[in-house]
């Protein structure tokens, strides 16, 4: 069964800091891997996928992630953090057959000014 | 072109009532999926629909049905209700696997349900 670990469920970063979080997947094949962000009271909104081919993966609002199987992480990051990004960060698998997301327990953001 | 849309986006229910949620996927897609977001936990899958037949379903109890229409959009039913049935209900589409590798998949802005 796939299953998503996200280690850290707060991180406190300075408006203008590099962010980075962590997501560790468990997938007996090859898997394709979603982050996604949500907004207090909002729904999710995808930030970028990996299905296959370049590991680098560039996705909405300066977001990028990379895709490293040996150590079966897909951590997201960005440059410089804006007060708008404090939210909710999930990253999701699913299999390549199905459509089915299995989400980690997701990472809070805050940004200090 | 319109996303994913979900309605009503707030309810409040009693206990042992039952409760429909309504989902339209976007523009394109002919599957959708529900799943349920508690406060303060990542989203769990409850179902999946394709061609109007339940195709994959998570670890939620009967009390939980749906439904897909003709014209792909989906209804999730949740009977006697709970105290823990209250959270945030997503509903997710996508094309079907097997017309699309690498398939992306949207979310709605959900339904908030408290049972009270």
């Known amino acids: 069964a796939q299953s998503v670990t996200q280690p850290d469920i707060h991180i406190t970063v300075s408006e203008g800091a590099s962010l980075e979080l962590r997501c560790n997947y468990s997938?007996?094949?090859?898997?394709?891997l979603f982050w996604y962000v949500q907004s207090p009271g909002q729904g999710l909104q995808l930030l970028l996928k990996?299905?296959?081919?370049?590991?680098l993966v560039q996705g909405i609002k300066g977001f990028e992630a990379e895709f490293k199987r040996s150590q079966s992480s897909f951590n997201l990051r960005k440059p410089s953090v804006h007060w708008s990004d404090a939210a909710e960060y999930f990253c999701?698998?699913?299999?390549?057959?199905?459509?089915?997301?299995?989400f980690g327990g997701g990472t809070r953001v805050l940004v200090k000014p | 072109d319109a996303g994913v849309t979900q309605s009503p986006t707030h309810l409040i229910k009693t206990r042992g009532q039952q409760v429909t949620l309504r989902c339209s996927p976007k523009?394109?897609?002919?599957?959708v999926s529900w799943y349920q977001q508690a406060l303060g936990q990542g989203p769990q899958f409850i179902f999946q629909?394709?061609?109007?037949?339940?195709?994959q379903r998570g670890n939620f109890p009967d009390r939980f049905s749906g439904h897909q229409f003709p014209n792909y959009s989906s209804e999730l039913n949740v009977n006697a209700l709970l105290l823990g049935d209250s959270a945030l209900y997503l509903c997710?589409?996508?094309?079907?696997?097997?017309?699309?590798?690498?398939?992306?998949?949207?979310f709605g802005e959900g339904s908030w349900l408290t049972v009270v």
């Open positions: 997710a589409s996508s094309l079907e696997p097997g017309r699309s590798s690498g398939n992306t998949i949207y």
């Open positions: 997938y007996g094949a090859t898997p394709y």
């Open positions: 990996y299905f296959s081919g370049d590991t």
């Open positions: 999701a698998v699913v299999g390549a057959a199905g459509n089915k997301l299995t």
């Open positions: 523009s394109g897609h002919d599957t």
């Open positions: 629909y394709y061609e109007e037949e339940e195709r």
